[in-house]
C-alpha cells in the first residue's frame, strides 16, 4: 500500500463495455498505469483483476461479482438518519470528536468519501487527502458529481478540495494549520474474514491491504494541527495514539481525540 505506483500490478484494469469515450477510458488507463480491457473481447477474463469503468454516469470500481451489475462508488447522498439540509446540524459522536469551536478539518484518508462527505454536509471547511490514485480518481468523480447538484449550485457551494498524494508529506508542508485533522486508517480486521464489513471497506482492503504507517501518520497529524485530532478506529483496537484526551462511542468504532495544548 505504500507503493502506489507499482501497488495495482496485476490487480486492476480499466473496463471499457462499449460506451461512451474510448480515449477517456485510456487516458485513465495510462494515467494510473495499469491496462485498458474491453469487455467485449474475446479474451476478456472477468476473474483477472478489479476493475474501473464508468456506469450510469459514475465511476465504479468492480471486482468479478460486481461485473454483471452495480458497482462501487462514491456515494454523494446523506447517509441514512443525516438531515438532508445545508448545514446539518453538528449532532452525533464524530461532530462532538471535531470540537465545538473547530472550523477547518483536513480528512487525511478520504477512502470512499463517506466521512468527509458527512463532515462536509456539517458544514465545516474541508480538504481531502488520499494517497491511492484509484481512491482519488473516484473521489474525484464523486466530487464532480456533488458540484453539480442543483443544491450546490443554489447555494453557491463548492466540493471540497481533494489532494491526491501521502498525508505523512502533506502535513508536513502545510501554509496553514487546520483546526482539526481526521484520520481513519485501515486497521487489520478482527477476524480473518469479517462478515460485518462492508463490502465497499472489504474491496478496498483487498485492493489496497491495511495501513502499516498509521503511527507515522498521526504523529505527521499531530504536529501539523492547530488544535486536534480524531483517529476514528473500531472499538477492538487500542488507542494509536496512546491515552486519548476523550473518545465519543459509536456503532462498533471510536473517535479518540488527541487535543494539542
Ligand atoms: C479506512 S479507509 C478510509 C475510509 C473513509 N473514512 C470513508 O469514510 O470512506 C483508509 C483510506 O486512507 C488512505 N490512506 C491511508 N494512509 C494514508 C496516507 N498516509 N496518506 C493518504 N491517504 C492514506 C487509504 O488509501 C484508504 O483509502
Given amino acids: 500500500m505504500n507503493e502506489p505506483d507499482s501497488a495495482y500490478v496485476g490487480k ?3 473496463l471499457y463495455e462499449g460506451q461512451g469515450d474510448l480515449s477517456i477510458f485510456r487516458q485513465l488507463a495510462e494515467r494510473l498505469g495499469v491496462p485498458l480491457r474491453n469487455s467485449n473481447a474475446e479474451d476478456f477474463n472477468p476473474h483477472e483483476a478489479f476493475f474501473l469503468s464508468w ?5 465504479k470500481l468492480l471486482d468479478t461479482e ?6 462501487l462508488t462514491v456515494e454523494i447522498e446523506p447517509r441514512a438518519g443525516e438531515q438532508r439540509s445545508w448545514p446539518a446540524p453538528k449532532q452525533g459522536p464524530l461532530a462532538q470528536a471535531l470540537g465545538r469551536k473547530t472550523k477547518t478539518v483536513i480528512d487525511a484518508t478520504t477512502g470512499w468519501g463517506q466521512d468527509a462527505l458527512h463532515i462536509y454536509r456539517m458544514g465545516y471547511e ?3 487527502l488520499e494517497r491511492s490514485p484509484v481512491m482519488a480518481a473516484l473521489l474525484a468523480d464523486g466530487f464532480k458529481r456533488l458540484q453539480e447538484l442543483d ?3 443554489r447555494l453557491g457551494l463548492a466540493s471540497p478540495t481533494l489532494i491526491q498524494g501521502n498525508a505523512i508529506d502533506i502535513l508536513a508542508n502545510l501554509d496553514s494549520q487546520p483546526d482539526c485533522i ?3 486508517p485501515m486497521f487489520p480486521p478482527k ?3 469479517s462478515a460485518l464489513a462492508k463490502k465497499s471497506m472489504r474491496v478496498l482492503r483487498d485492493l489496497l491491504g491495511d495501513d502499516t504507517d498509521k503511527s507515522q501518520l498521526f504523529d505527521a497529524a499531530l504536529s501539523a494541527t492547530g488544535k486536534r ?3 476514528k478506529s473500531p472499538d477492538y483496537a487500542e488507542p494509536l495514539g496512546g491515552k486519548p484526551t476523550e473518545s465519543f462511542q459509536g456503532k462498533l468504532l471510536r473517535y479518540d481525540v488527541y487535543l494539542t495544548g
Fill in 12 to 14: 486492476l484494469a480499466v
Fill in 55 to 59: 456506469r450510469d454516469g459514475c465511476l
Fill in 66 to 71: 460486481l461485473l454483471k451489475a452495480g458497482g
Fill in 126 to 128: 474541508l480538504t481531502c
Fill in 151 to 153: 443544491w450546490m449550485q
Fill in 182 to 184: 481526521y484520520i481513519d
Fill in 191 to 193: 477476524r480473518k474474514k
Fill in 229 to 231: 485530532v480524531v483517529v
